[in-house]
């Protein structure tokens, strides 16, 4: 059984708790956030950079949101399978604003999540947006920028 990154299992967390936030946003996002890392096996410190992926998705998710309108043609937004319009998210606040990461890394990323938490349709679905957003980016597919 192959050994999943550290990366990898803080994205399946902020991919959890975006989506929780999804079926039942919170009032008070601290909170909810320090109940939701209490429950997990490790310590907080670790899942750093899946706070700082649900802090981007929520802080941008109207302009996320208006990136998947726009690729998601002949789609009706409100019926985009909410585990898939997470994934998305995450997948397009990475593309956007994390120039830390390289965007072929976060396509590839969201396609193994979609694999992993949806419908055997959505890895078509989710890559087909994100390919067509891969078109728009202005910097190496392959490569991470210096922050």
């Known amino acids: 059984m192959p050994r999943i990154s550290k990366r990898r299992k803080n994205r399946v967390t902020a991919l ?3 989506y929780a ?3 039942n946003p919170p009032d008070d996002l601290e909170l909810h ?3 939701f890392f ?3 096996e490790r310590e907080r410190s670790y899942y750093g950079f899946a706070e700082e992926l649900i802090y981007g998705v929520l802080e941008n998710q109207e302009s ?3 990136q998947i309108k ?3 043609e002949n789609w009706d937004f ?4 909410k585990m898939d319009l997470t994934i998305l998210r995450l ?3 990475e593309l956007v604003n994390r120039l830390d990461i390289p965007p072929i890394v976060s396509i590839n990323e969201a396609i193994d999540l979609s694999k992993q938490f949806s419908s055997p349709d959505s890895k078509r679905f989710i890559n087909g947006i994100l390919d067509k957003m891969k078109g728009t980016i202005h910097r190496p597919l392959r490569e991470a920028v210096e922050r």
């Open 16 to 18: 959890q708790f975006l």
């Open 21 to 23: 936030c999804e079926l």
């Open 33 to 35: 956030l320090r109940l």
């Open 38 to 40: 209490a429950g997990k």
């Open 64 to 66: 996320i949101d208006g």
């Open 70 to 72: 726009t690729y998601a």
């Open 78 to 81: 409100d019926r985009i399978a």
């Open 91 to 93: 997948a397009i606040h």
